[in-house]
């Protein structure tokens, strides 16, 4: 191993310059883990004056979903790092679900030095090809002079445009090597999004306002591009312009309170329902706003039909817009931007509120909904949980989801009070194992407010070790565990699909509370409906992290709002 070079008034190793890069950024926490490979970095997290807080995590996939709970509920971006070798593929589907859902995560993984390349070196990997396809912009550093210039392009990448994640190998020599002081500068307003935001062309504009004019029932459906940009304001705005329903998917849950008159909730075959599907039915104008119009949200394409209706896409991404449906006017832009220039070019317009089909979707979702809330049956039904956990939460808390059991339920029927990102899930790969790292990421990005992670006993499995970092660093975050044994979400696919032949989706049963005390955690295990309001509420209050074991339904018994299980 090489040591680091001798530094002076003009120049600084390459671990420092990595340092002062993240500090002048305006990164405040590093999540990660350490190596053998990261000893000149950590060296100089351990010296240097940078003011930023390190996380030591049980393994580098929970640092990267750490980081990107951080930057969902921030508008940061989360940093997570861990060495070479197995923290480079550990590390990997943290950075794949930040990318494809849009949210700037940095990794950095340290890797063998540059000298001991293509010599068989324990764990050499070649770190670029590995990234390159999975992130949205990557770099292997071979020469520490290139460490700033590197890193002004990863913040550059993403935090403009269609946001992403982004990773940077740094060898263990480069760490060592020299760095000019005088090119260690960055642009701090890139270490956050939306950063240098695009306006949309006036001519699609004056279109599309032509179009929302001329339509008589006008639907919005909404992704997460509207939070991340700032534009619930302009959205709700010209929602009441037009009288329009808004309806989100999963990620664009918070672009409008759910107790708006015109929110209709989500839409799609997870989390939506036959009610909510009727308004996007009805539209004679869609208009998808930062929405890919995905398989998910349309139900396959089919909701709404192609051909059947007028078609807005305003996306950041042109890449996005008429992937899936023919459109009739493009909006490339800034979320924010677009709307506020939509909102100017219908000046004037004012139509008469008419909610009323919404509100009677609203009541019939909700009717049947609170049926099975009530119930005082066991297994706890998962409606009960969603009510219960709405009447104990304040309605600022945070709530992440893993995408098992919790996703469509929550998203079906969990109030949002308020908007902006205070309910998510990992929807664009659906890895399980995700809540309870991205709930603590999370915590940093907002602390003022209450976390709660909730997961299936599958995901818990998963995830179970960051429980120590939770007891370690005594974080007040609350781990919600439905429990039934079975990997429901394929045994409810095997129900309807195959008639039922179940094979190899069911496992044993564990009492996740007894886990959680031996990490250190205060926890209550509830089988009896009666309890779970009071083992909620003093979880909730706990001071330090709780998890709270509710011994549940199977999805495969359940009614889930998920449309493939619905005859």
Request: proline share 7%.
């Amino acid at each position: 191993m090489n040591k680091p070079v001798e530094t002076s008034a003009t120049t600084m190793t390459g671990a420092e310059a990595t340092v002062e890069m993240l500090k002048a950024h305006g990164v405040e926490v590093i999540f990660g883990l350490c190596g053998d490979t990261s000893l000149p970095f950590y060296d100089a997290l351990a010296r240097l004056p940078h003011g930023m807080r390190h996380v030591l995590t049980r393994d580098e996939r929970h640092a990267a979903y750490m980081a990107d709970g951080y930057a969902r509920v921030s508008g940061k971006v989360g940093v997570c790092e861990g060495p070479s070798g197995g923290g480079a593929t550990y590390i990997l589907p943290g950075l794949v679900e930040a990318n494809e859902s849009s949210v700037p995560v940095l990794a950095i993984n340290t890797d063998v030095s540059v000298s001991s390349r293509g010599r068989f070196t324990l764990t050499e990997l070649d770190q670029g090809a590995l990234m390159k396809p999975l992130t949205k912009w990557n770099a292997v550093l071979d020469r520490s002079q290139d460490i700033p210039r590197t890193f002004r392009a990863a913040f550059n990448e993403m935090t403009t445009g269609r946001p992403g994640s982004a990773h940077v190998a740094l060898p263990f020599d480069v760490q060592n090597g020299p760095v000019e002081r005088s090119e260690v500068w960055a642009d701090p307003g890139l270490g956050q999004i939306p950063a240098r935001r695009s306006a949309p062309d006036p001519f699609h504009v004056e279109l599309a306002a032509k179009l929302l004019r001329a339509a008589k029932h006008p639907v919005f459906i909404c992704g997460g591009g509207v939070v991340m940009s700032g534009a619930e304001a302009e959205l709700a705005e010209l929602a009441i312009k037009l009288s329009a329903p808004v309806a989100t998917t999963v990620s664009g849950q918070g672009a409008i309170a759910d107790d708006h008159p015109l929110a209709v909730g989500v839409v799609g075959s997870n989390g939506g329902t036959p009610e909510t599907r009727s308004i996007v039915d009805g539209a004679d104008l869609v208009f998808f706003i930062t929405c890919r119009a995905g398989s998910v949200t349309t139900e396959r394409w089919r909701h709404p039909a192609p051909g059947k209706t007028r078609v807005l896409h305003l996306d950041v991404d042109p890449k996005a817009i008429g992937a899936n449906y023919k459109v009739d006017v493009p909006l490339v832009a800034d979320a924010k931007l677009a709307l506020a220039a939509l909102n100017e070019a219908l000046d004037g317009v004012k139509r008469p509120l008419e909610a009323g089909a919404v509100k009677k979707a609203r009541e019939a979702k909700f009717a049947q909904f609170d049926a099975l809330a009530k119930s005082d049956d066991a297994p706890i039904k998962p409606e009960r949980v969603v009510a219960e956990m709405a009447r104990v939460l304040d309605p600022d808390a945070i709530v992440v989801l893993d995408p098992g059991t919790p996703c469509p339920y929550f998203s079906a029927f969990y109030p949002i009070r308020g908007t902006g990102k205070r309910v998510f899930s990992n929807r664009a790969h659906g890895a399980l194992g995700y809540a309870m790292a991205a709930a603590i990421g999370a915590h940093f990005g907002r602390p003022a407010v209450k976390t709660v992670a909730v997961m299936g006993d599958g995901s818990f499995g998963m995830c179970a070790g960051e429980l120590e970092t939770a007891a370690r660093l005594k974080l007040p975050v609350t781990f919600v565990v439905i429990a039934n044994a079975v990997y429901g979400w394929i045994k409810a696919g095997q129900k309807t699909g195959y008639a039922a032949r179940y094979f190899s989706v069911d496992f044993g049963v564990t009492d996740h509370a007894k886990v959680a005390e031996a990490f250190g955690v205060k926890a209550w295990r509830v089988t009896d409906p009666a309890q779970l309001a009071g083992a909620l509420k003093a979880a909730f209050a706990h001071g330090g992290p709780s998890l709270v074991d509710v011994v549940c339904q199977p999805l495969h018994e359940a009614k889930a709002p998920v449309s493939e299980w619905v005859a």
